[in-house]
């Protein structure tokens, strides 16, 4: 008895052998020879580096700015449609009547929505000081006060309208509502970026690594989220900032920290062990 369950312990122990020996050569595998294009640059400075990264994060603001001001058009042709100020054909029956101020609301969220993608995007090319919370607040979160704006307005015009039946404005009201919501939570920054942050990552280091999609850049060219990228960007911190990314990656964050504490223990007990 003792010797089948030895033989049974040696099969499972070369079983677990094998199977790490699959998993290592599968991992190496999946492992993708980097092609590595350098880009050097000068010393940039902090202001020189705002500077940049405002410059990068202009366009996307225009855009949101540009539709935003269309939603707002949009949400006043629903009013518009709703108290039958504007008056086609179509729009005369109840069909096209309902049809038309719904299409404009549509039009009003994918505007909202996209606008505070786009807003979203530069805040975190080009963001702002946390020095004072308020402001700091209010400017990542500007795309959840168009929301309100943009669909308040008429949730008000249709609840005050005595003149439209009961169940158009609910109808009108449950569409506001939920278009309200979904662009709120879109508009709101859930992981806003400080410029104090930004600037702190420009000194990570002088080697880092980053691809020509993505948002990171990553401190470590073995990271597994690059395990799929062939072509690689190398450069410090400062140029991948430039270059439009807004953060380093959280993996290499956490794996930095982790070195860092093994090294302090070692020198912790390096220092600790006595001469002989």
């Not at 504007?86 to 029956?93: G, L, N, S, V, Y």
């Not at 995007?121 to 607040?137: E, Q, R, V």
Request: glycine share 6%.
């Amino acid at each position: 008895m003792a010797t089948n369950k030895n033989n049974d312990a040696a099969q499972d122990a070369a079983k677990k052998a094998l199977a790490a020996v699959q998993a290592k050569k599968a991992a190496e595998k999946k492992k993708v020879e980097h092609t590595i294009t350098h880009v050097g640059q000068e010393s940039t400075s902090a202001e020189e580096l705002l500077a940049i990264t405002k410059k990068n994060a202009t366009p996307y603001r225009i855009g949101a700015v540009v539709l935003w001001l269309l939603a707002i058009g949009f949400e006043v042709l629903a009013i518009l449609f709703f108290k039958c100020v504007i008056q086609f054909p179509f729009t005369m029956e109840k069909p096209g009547w309902y049809a038309a101020w719904i299409v404009c609301l549509v039009l009003d969220l994918i505007c909202v929505v996209i606008g505070s993608l786009l807003w979203k995007k530069g805040n975190h090319l080009d963001p702002k000081s946390a020095k004072n919370k308020l402001t700091f607040w209010l400017h990542n979160n500007l795309g959840l006060v168009m929301a309100a704006l943009a669909f308040f307005p008429f949730i008000i015009v249709v609840l005050t309208d005595k003149n439209a039946q009961k169940q158009s404005k609910i109808i009108a009201v449950a569409a506001a509502v939920v278009a309200l919501i979904i662009a709120g939570l879109t508009g709101y920054d859930w992981n806003p970026i400080s410029q104090e942050e930004l600037l702190e990552s420009a000194g990570v280091g002088d080697h880092v690594y980053w691809t020509e999609s993505g948002t990171v850049y990553h401190a470590f060219e073995d990271c597994s989220h690059l395990n799929h990228s062939k072509e690689l960007f190398e450069g410090t911190s400062t140029t991948a900032i430039e270059q439009g990314k807004t953060r380093i990656c959280k993996t290499c964050e956490q794996r930095a920290e982790k070195e860092a504490a093994k090294a302090d223990t070692v020198v912790t007990e390096v220092e600790q062990t006595p001469v002989e």
